[in-house]
């Protein structure tokens, strides 16, 4: 049986929200309005993920909460930047080279070619240890892709089966799948889902029900930002403070 690991995000104080990181074996997503640090945290946990395992010898070690594994990289915004991957690899003392070249970046254009990515890893996860696999952002493409009214329930069940085959490799290949989302702005689709502070995440209840765990990343004073799990299976409702820095997220 394979045993679930769980990488840190960065933060001292999210992942101690988070009972010490973003676990395998499951869907993780990360949601919030533009600029609060979705991306930042993938690019964060792309180079984590690579580090050793946390441990009891190594508990006060800087090098904790990785995951000895490589990461595949699903980019549908075009805003990944191997520079950032650089600049966080040094903060962990890895060789910034080398977390590149860890990291398998595909970048998807339509929500099609997004699928076949996902398909397409299949035998990079069978043949190599990953234990990351993000999709930034998830829903972006199939947005646009079925932006009419009468297109809804067409676009819901092709992200189903999307998300099925991403649950799927999460258990077989012991991934950890790290989904970033908007949230809805549309006032006709969130009076849909709207909820009591109004931010909802794209995709509907689809998405709900395959995300294990759930974030939603918001701006609070100054720099610093606020994580609120709001959606978990065994943490309860709390609130991390982080900020983003050139080493990526930090407390
Ligand atoms: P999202 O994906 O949620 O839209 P991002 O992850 O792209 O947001 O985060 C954007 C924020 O990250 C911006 O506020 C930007 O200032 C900050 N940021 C990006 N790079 C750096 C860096 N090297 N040092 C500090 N902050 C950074
Ligand atoms: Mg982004």
């Not at 890895?94 to 970048?107: L, T």
């Not at 998807?108 to 996902?118: D, K, V, Y």
């Not at 067409?154 to 908007?182: D, H, I």
């Not at 995440?201 to 609120?228: C, F, N, W």
Request: glycine share 8%; charged share 25%; hydrophobic share 35%.
């Amino acid at each position: 049986r394979k045993k679930c690991i769980r990488i840190s995000t960065g933060s001292k104080q999210l992942d101690a929200c988070l009972n010490g990181g973003f676990q395998t074996m499951s869907i993780s997503e990360v949601y919030g309005e533009f600029r609060c640090g979705k991306t930042q945290l993938a690019h964060t946990m792309a180079v984590i993920a690579q580090l050793p395992k946390a441990s009891l010898a190594n508990s006060h070690s800087r090098e904790m909460g990785g995951a000895e594994g490589k990461v595949a990289y699903i980019d549908t915004e075009g805003t990944f930047r191997p520079e950032r991957i650089m600049e966080i690899a040094e903060r962990f003392g890895v060789d910034p080279d080398q977390a590149c070249e860890n990291i398998a970046y595909a970048r998807a254009q339509n929500s099609e070619m997004q699928t076949e990515l996902l398909e397409a890893l299949a035998s990079n996860f069978a043949t190599n240890e990953y234990r990351l696999l993000i999709i930034d952002s998830v829903m972006a493409l199939y947005r646009t892709d079925y932006s009419g009214r009468g297109e809804l329930s067409e676009r819901q069940q092709v992200l189903g089966s999307f998300l099925r085959r991403a649950t799927q490799m999460a258990e077989e290949f012991n991934l950890a799948v790290l989904m970033t989302n908007q949230v809805m702005s549309d006032p006709g689709a969130s009076a849909l889902f709207a909820g009591a502070d109004g931010r909802k995440p794209a995709g509907g209840h689809i998405l709900a029900h395959a995300s294990t765990t759930r974030l939603l990343l918001r701006k609070g004073r100054g720099e610093e930002r606020v994580a609120k799990i709001v959606d978990s299976p065994d943490c309860p409702e709390r609130e991390a403070t982080y900020i983003i820095t050139t080493g990526g997220i930090n407390d």
